[in-house]
T-cell receptor, first 114, second 113 residues
Framework: KAGVTQTPRYLIKTRGQQVTLSCSPI?????VSWYQQTPGQGLQFLFE???????NKGNFPGRFSGRQFSNSRSEMNVSTLELGDSALYLC?????????????FGEGSRLTVL | SQQGEEDPQALSIQEGENATMNCSYK?????LQWYRQNSGRGLVHLILIRSNEREKHSGRLRVTLDTSKKSSSLLITASRAADTASYFCATDPNTGANSKLTFGKGITLSVRP
């Protein structure tokens, strides 16, 4: 089985721009979670989607949004980028969510905001 | 805020030695998981221990869970240079909410050849 695929792996944006990150989960997995990882804050939960519905949301401003498609692929969007949004964004999939077992992570999308 | 707090923040040992890492958490949990991350890469699941379990083994890994002290430990025996990575504990709080694993800030393990 192919693992979790995140694209793009690296990207550079400037303040005020917006960015869309994509995540293709493992085939058959219906839950997709997104995390932001920074040296200062560690891994912070952004949101989780299950069967196209946002099931849980972390404490991030409304500039951070996401969605999930019928094939379970997910995208997250960050609008009006700020310097502090520079981070490694990690996507993780699971059959039903972390509550019932492990999360399978992608390699991440490293965003640099200049 | 992080639910899990790992200790120590950094650990440096010689190849062949054992590495012990600790995690403390604040609220009741359904399960606790340990993950590993190589520099700049995604996280890889190592082991999951449920709240009604006290100890679990997987290869060179041994995890213990003490729910009365709200703590867990991860022991890596006979460490290898390839074990050099960051290790995270993640807790699934028993809040009735849906999936939301909460990670600690991690422990950086360096294994010297």
């Amino acid at each position: 089985k192919a693992g979790v695929t995140q694209t793009p792996r690296y990207l550079i944006k400037t303040r005020g721009q917006q960015v869309t990150l994509s995540c293709s989960p493992i085939s058959g997995h219906r839950s997709v979670s997104w995390y932001q990882q920074t040296p200062g804050q560690g891994l912070q939960f952004l949101f989780e989607y299950f069967s196209e519905t946002q099931r849980n949301k972390g404490n991030f401003p409304g500039r951070f949004s996401g969605r999930q498609f019928s094939n379970s692929r997910s995208e997250m969007n960050v609008s009006t980028l700020e310097l502090g949004d520079s981070a490694l964004y990690l996507c993780a999939s699971s059959p039903a969510g972390g509550r019932n077992g492990e999360l399978f992570f992608g390699e991440g999308s490293r965003l640099t905001v200049l | 805020s992080q639910q899990g707090e790992e200790d120590p923040q950094a650990l440096s040992i010689q190849e062949g030695e054992n590495a012990t890492m600790n995690c403390s958490y604040k609220t009741s949990i359904n399960n606790l998981q340990w993950y590993r991350q190589n520099s700049g890469r995604g996280l890889v699941h190592l082991i999951l221990i449920r709240s009604n379990e006290r100890e679990k083994h997987s290869g060179r890994l041994r995890v213990t869970l003490d729910t009365s002290k709200k703590s867990s430990s991860l022991l890596i025996t006979a460490s290898r240079a390839a074990d050099t990575a960051s290790y995270f504990c993640a807790t699934d709080p028993n809040t009735g909410a849906n999936s939301k694993l909460t990670f600690g800030k991690g422990i950086t393990l360096s294994v010297r050849p």
